[in-house]
């Protein structure tokens, strides 16, 4: 992080500014000493002033960058390394300018998302986010106020409440039913398949159909969104150096190169989503057919109640499109290389399937789907190991609190590892491993769901910014994972074994497998 620090200022700035910011670091640095022994003291006599109170266990860092030098590619990795050794449930960096909370353990994650969600219940400010959701004016980075409580209620009343989410079944069928069709042409050839495209397409084409009512492949725009979906990932991943450096951004020393990507990004995601718009708007519609009709539709039906502006309906379709995507896309994928690696646990999912769904059935319905435990024990524990964001989008303290005996400022940030919750060894027997049993029978999670309320499984977040699209999610994971067991047998291409597949991850909002996930399909139905 230092380096990429240094990197910037020396590709980006002249000889002059370089000069000028060597000399504003050194004395920034002595500054910086100042503040922090400064901050040190105080919060060392504020502790026999509040209860006993104490600042939260941190380890040592350095002058300016603090802590950034131990925030490594995969920071969900390096943090649950430092909790480790510093604070197991919470612990507190210094990331630049920004004190930033740490959270571990279910115990800490419950007290900051459920005992204090009211104090913990906004985001920080994100440059990154400001200029691709114009102004934060989406869900899920929006400050909490009145126009995020308008926002959320909007989304989940006429976007994804549980009657409109149902209304899609029928689209998701058909559009399994493609995929199906192309991976069984493929069968007959005896090909490899790459399953990660493959996948990846089908959430584009439904996350497409449900906001706009049609698809884009014969015009060239699947793609384009496919490409912004993994531009706003590593752009809003949240360990952007200028995040760190307000004071720096300000002047124009940093920020220039984040921003010019942001805005191009922006600029892309306009000029595709205002087609869509202007598509609707040129196609005269009752109110009732728009409020029945797809998002677009919706978001126009209701703008005047909502006083919603283009750009508010761009950030919120923005929103859908990279939630929908990337998160059934990334789950299927990890869900199917778990399976790969344990020829034992496909085929008890595929044994259960097959029993279930009548011999030569053309498609596996939502009916079959509702006596399928071991299905659903399955996706739960690929999320246990690959939640959709390791590390959930970050809180901010809008007061000061107590965690765990520690007392956390106003104005602190606060990250949640949901990773290094999902693998805890005080939560979890045998915590590494890929185990679906755990949630199905007498297994030690048979209770334990995704909906928030089990803090040791946080795979959407919890309190009042959890995701609101886990419904449509989840539907849609199970109907393609159903299917793909139903209909065909899975195979390594000739000469892999399951020791050589590559579980190198790429860091972002949400995380994906930095190499292709490749398949040879056998139809057997």
């Not at 920034?28 to 503040?35: E, I, N, P, R």
């Not at 989406?138 to 149902?166: I, M, N």
């Not at 011999?359 to 079959?368: L, M, P, R, S």
């Not at 590892?417 to 027997?429: K, L, P, Q, T």
Request: charged share 25%.
């Amino acid at each position: 992080m230092a380096a990429d620090l240094l990197h910037k200022l020396t590709q980006e700035t002249t000889p002059q500014q370089l000069a000028w910011f060597l000399s504003f670091f050194f004395f920034l640095s002595l500054f910086s000493v100042y503040c922090y022994s400064l901050f040190t003291a105080r919060a060392a006599a504020a502790a026999g002033n509040k209860n006993q109170q104490r600042p939260p266990p941190s380890p040592p860092a350095l002058p300016i960058i603090g802590h950034l030098h131990l925030v490594g590619s995969l920071p969900h990795v390096s943090l649950r390394g430092l909790a480790r050794k510093h604070g197991p449930d919470v612990m507190l960096l210094r990331l630049g300018a920004v004190p930033t909370l740490v959270v571990s353990s279910p115990r800490a994650a419950e007290a900051v998302l459920r005992t204090h969600d009211h104090v913990f219940a906004s985001r920080p400010r994100s440059v990154v986010a400001d200029i691709i959701m114009y102004g934060s004016s989406d869900v899920a980075f929006a400050p909490y106020g009145e126009y995020w409580r308008q926002a959320r209620k909007l989304v989940t009343t006429h976007l994804l409440s549980v009657k409109k989410v149902q209304s899609f079944r029928a689209t998701a069928a058909e559009e399994v039913s493609m995929v199906m069709v192309e991976i069984r042409e493929a069968a007959a050839k005896g090909s490899t398949l790459d399953m990660s495209d493959l996948l990846n397409t089908f959430a584009n084409d439904m996350a497409c159909r449900i906001v706009s009512g049609k698809f884009f492949r014969k015009e060239g725009r699947s793609k384009i969104f496919q490409d912004l979906i993994n531009e706003n990932s590593r752009l809003l991943g949240g360990f952007n150096v200028e995040e760190y450096f307000p004071a720096l951004g300000r002047v124009g020393l940093l920020g220039r190169a984040i921003c010019a990507k942001a805005e191009r990004a922006r600029n892309r995601w306009a000029d595709l989503l205002d087609k869509v718009i202007d598509d609707h708007l040129s196609k005269e519609k009752s109110t009732s057919d728009m409020k029945d009709g797809d998002f677009v539709d919706i978001l126009l039906s209701i703008q005047q109640e909502y006083d919603l502006t283009r750009e508010h309906m761009k950030a919120l379709l923005t929103d859908v499109f990279f939630g929908a995507i990337d998160t059934s896309s990334q789950v299927l994928e990890y869900t199917l290389v778990e399976l790969v690696k344990r020829p034992q646990v496909i085929r008890k999912l595929q044994s259960e399937v097959r029993k279930i769904v009548p011999k030569g059935q053309e498609i596996v319905g939502e009916i079959h789907l509702n006596n399928m435990t071991y299905l659903r024990a399955v996706i739960k524990e690929s999320l246990r190991l690959h939640p959709v964001a390791l590390l959930l989008a970050p809180h901010l303290a809008m007061d000061d609190c107590d965690i765990d005996g520690c007392m956390v400022s106003a104005g602190t940030r606060v990250i949640i590892n949901a990773w290094a919750i999902g693998r805890d060894y005080n939560s979890w027997e045998d915590a590494e491993e890929f185990i679906p049993e755990r949630f199905i029978a007498d297994g030690s999670a048979v209770h334990v769901n995704f909906k928030g309320n089990d803090f040791q499984f946080l795979p959407f977040g919890s309190g009042r910014r959890i995701c609101p699209g886990i419904n449509l999610g989840i539907a849609n994971i199970e109907l393609m994972l159903a299917n793909l067991m139903y209909h065909f047998d899975w195979e390594l291409p000739h000469g892999v074994e399951n020791k050589d597949i590559d579980m190198t991850e790429v860091f972002g909002v949400t995380v994906r497998r930095k190499e292709k996930l490749l398949l040879v399909p056998k139809s057997c139905v």
